[in-house]
């Protein structure tokens, strides 16, 4: 069991704190300053990944007017379950005017893998929030074909209390089978789920419409119930990083790639 609880405070809208910090088994996060850029919540598995029966639970609080990307140390790997699922759960809570940003980096998804993932997000009426999940299944790059496995993962984000999107991928069986159906992956092994609830929704719509007109890659935008909802398909690591650099560079200032991702 690992479990981080931690609650992010500031100092007259500057300097950010942790007013509250726990952690359990194997799981630890770190607070990062950066300078110029949003400060970084590091969240980090020492056990290197997720397998048969483990439970990861991160809960986190952020006040209002805080800047704060969440991040993760290290791509999450997802090993072969034998008789129990792998259990992550996520609830971030996000203040009034701040802009939290939930963009860990990958997550691979090895043959014979069980995860069952939940994200909540619980918002206010002035929240901005973006959050990225990637998940690789099997890296291609080593020959590995994901022949058996159980995918059960969901999104559901919540504004002053109500339920304002839900969101459930499920997929099981022979995976690498299933990728190459034009209705579930057309052949990708790599799937990114892009949401966005904020200021500005309806501008980065228009501007992300013309980016992906002009884009390689099978991705599709639309704003449903007051989110901004954005997958894309890709078959590389690299494709989708620097998809998701130049994706960046159109929503404003408030928003940057984790620094961690590039160390």
Not at 81 to 95: L, P, R
Not at 193 to 212: M, P, Q
Not at 225 to 234: A, C, R, S, T
Request: aromatic residues 10%; proline residues 1%.
């Amino acid at each position: 069991l690992g479990y981080i609880k931690a609650n992010v405070g500031s100092y007259n809208k500057k300097k950010v704190f942790l007013e509250r910090h726990r952690e359990q088994g194997n799981l630890k996060v770190r607070l990062i300053k950066n300078y110029n850029f949003n400060d970084e919540l590091i969240i980090i598995n020492t056990a290197g990944g997720l397998t048969s029966g483990d439970v990861n639970i991160h809960k986190i609080k952020v006040d209002n007017n805080i800047n704060l990307n969440i991040t993760t140390q290290s791509m999450e790997k997802i090993y072969n379950c034998k008789n129990f699922s792998a259990n992550s759960y996520t609830n971030i809570i996000v203040g009034s005017n701040s802009y939290v940003s939930w963009i860990p980096l990958e997550t691979i998804f090895f043959n014979g893998a069980n995860l069952r993932r939940r994200i909540n997000i619980d918002l206010v009426s002035k929240s901005n929030f973006l959050g990225i999940e990637t998940i690789i299944f099997g890296r291609e790059a080593m020959g590995e074909k994901v022949e058996k496995g159980i995918l059960d993962d969901a999104w559901q984000i919540y504004k002053n209390g109500k339920l304002l999107y839900s969101d459930f991928n499920r997929i099981s069986g022979n995976i690498n089978k299933k990728l190459s159906n034009a209705l579930i992956m057309k052949g990708n092994n790599i799937f990114c789920n892009i949401i966005f609830i904020g200021k500005k929704i309806k501008t980065y719509e228009k501007k992300i419409l013309r980016y992906i007109a002009d884009s390689e890659f099978f991705s599709g935008v639309s704003i449903v119930n007051g989110v901004l909802l954005l997958k894309i398909l890709v078959k590389n690591i690299n494709e989708i990083r620097n998809f998701l650099d130049k994706l960046i560079s159109i929503l404003d200032e408030n928003y940057n790639l984790p620094k961690l991702w590039n160390s």
